[in-house]
C-alpha cells in the first residue's frame, strides 16, 4: 500500500527533481509534488512524496527528517488527510454570502462601515 509523505520547510531552490533523486534511496516513488505559488511559480517551501510501500516510507522519514537540503533543515513525516472545505467558495467566517454584497458601508443593512463626513 502506498503512503503520502509531507516534506516541509524546503528552500525555494529546491526541485522535484533533487526530491525523486534523494527519496529514491529510501525505495520505490510513485510521484512527487512541489506545491507552487500561482503568481511567482516558485514552490512555497512544501511538497508530498509517494512512496509505493509502508516500509519505504517509515525509511524515508527516518533517514531525511531532520537532514539538510539547500542549507535549511528538512521536515519529513506522514501526510494527514486534506480537511473538507465547505461548498460555496468562503464569502467569510460561516461561509455564506451576505445580502446586499460583498461588504458593509454606508446604505447597506447592517453597515455604517467608517466615518461619516
Known amino acids: 500500500m502506498s503512503k503520502k509523505?509531507?516534506?516541509g520547510n524546503l528552500s525555494s531552490e529546491a526541485t522535484e527533481?533533487?526530491?525523486r533523486f534523494n527519496f529514491a534511496q529510501a525505495g520505490t516513488i510513485l510521484s512527487v509534488s512541489?506545491?507552487?505559488d500561482r503568481m511567482t511559480g516558485l514552490n512555497k517551501g512544501f511538497g508530498?512524496?509517494?512512496m509505493e510501500t509502508d516500509e519505504g516510507a517509515r525509511k524515508a522519514i527516518e533517514s531525511?527528517?531532520?537532514g539538510e537540503l539547500h542549507g535549511k533543515v528538512i521536515v519529513v513525516s506522514e501526510a494527514?488527510?486534506?480537511k473538507d472545505r465547505p461548498a460555496g467558495g468562503g464569502f467569510g467566517r460561516d461561509s455564506r454570502p451576505r445580502?446586499?454584497?460583498f461588504g458593509r458601508g454606508p446604505g447597506r443593512p447592517g453597515g455604517g462601515g467608517g466615518?461619516?463626513?
Request: overall charge positive; proline content about 12%; charged content about 30%.
Open 115 to 117: 466615518r461619516r463626513y
Open 48 to 50: 508530498f512524496v509517494e
Open 80 to 82: 494527514k488527510p486534506p
Open 99 to 101: 445580502p446586499g454584497g
Open 5 to 7: 509523505l509531507y516534506v
Open 64 to 66: 531525511f527528517n531532520g
Open 34 to 36: 512541489l506545491i507552487k
Open 17 to 19: 527533481e533533487e526530491l
